[in-house]
């Protein structure tokens, strides 16, 4: 059975930092563009970062500069580290594998690859 498992979540300061990570189980992730994702309170989730199989990364304009996602497909795992962290960064993470286009991750996730992980919730307050 193919799982992921977000873990590292918590409540943090802003300005603060957070590593998650992404376990995976059930298949190589090594073949896999992997995405982060977050659902906002009342919000639709979406996705703000990916790594392709070759480890170029993408981000999305609101965390670029501030977060890091990197991998490590020998432990199967993707790990997002999180800086400066804003308030508007509260939400729930999860990760998932995305498509491509090229070499390039997308933030779409792949449809039927299964369930979504329980995510990790991320609050930043003062």
């Known amino acids: 059975q193919r799982q992921f498992v977000e873990s590292g979540g918590g409540l943090v300061q802003p300005g603060g930092s957070l590593r998650l990570s992404c376990a995976a189980s059930g298949f190589t992730l090594g073949y896999y563009a992997i995405g982060w994702f977050r659902q906002a309170p009342g919000k639709e989730r979406e996705g703000f970062s990916c790594i392709s199989s070759s480890a170029v990364p993408v981000y999305a304009d609101s965390i670029k500069d501030r977060f890091t996602i990197s991998r490590d497909n020998a432990e199967n795992t993707v790990w997002l580290q999180m800086n400066s962290l804003k308030p508007e960064d509260t939400g729930v993470y999860y990760c998932?594998?995305?498509?491509?286009?090229?070499?390039?991750?997308?933030?779409?996730?792949?449809?039927?690859?299964?369930?979504w992980g329980q995510g990790t919730q991320v609050t930043v307050s003062s």
């Open positions: 998932a594998p995305v498509k491509t286009a090229g070499p390039i991750c997308v933030f779409t996730p792949i449809l039927d690859f299964g369930s």
